[in-house]
């Protein structure tokens, strides 16, 4: 049974950095897609990131070179670097796996 875990949100000022992490238990992650979404009030749950078992990326368009996903598959973990935030990346990130598994989310919050 796959579980997801996050971690890393919280407070910062616009034009800060977060790194979000995600901890993995489980079997096949080194086989697996595995991404960040987020979802803000009242809005849609929307692509962050993707990065397949090859390492390949995607990235949503609002991303414009800011944020950076990667995994370890040793530690079974993926990350989202987030530089350069904007007070409209304010939302909770979700973790997900190609599983079809979600984590509970964690929330980042940043200021103007």
């Known amino acids: 049974q796959v579980q997801l875990v996050e971690s890393g949100g919280g407070l910062v000022q616009a034009g800060g950095s977060l790194r979000l992490s995600c901890a993995y238990s489980?079997?096949?992650?080194?086989?697996?897609?595995m991404g960040w979404y987020r979802q803000a009030p009242g809005k849609q749950r929307e692509l962050v990131a993707t990065i397949g078992p090859g390492g390949g990326r995607y990235y949503g368009e609002f991303v414009e070179g800011r944020f950076t996903i990667s995994r370890d598959n040793a530690q079974q973990t993926v990350y989202l670097q987030m530089n350069s935030l904007k007070p409209g990346d304010t939302a909770v990130y979700f973790c997900?796996?190609?599983?079809?598994?979600w984590g509970q989310g964690t929330q980042v919050t940043v200021s103007a």
């Open positions: 997900w796996s190609s599983a079809s598994v």
């Open positions: 489980g079997s096949l992650f080194n086989a697996r897609t």
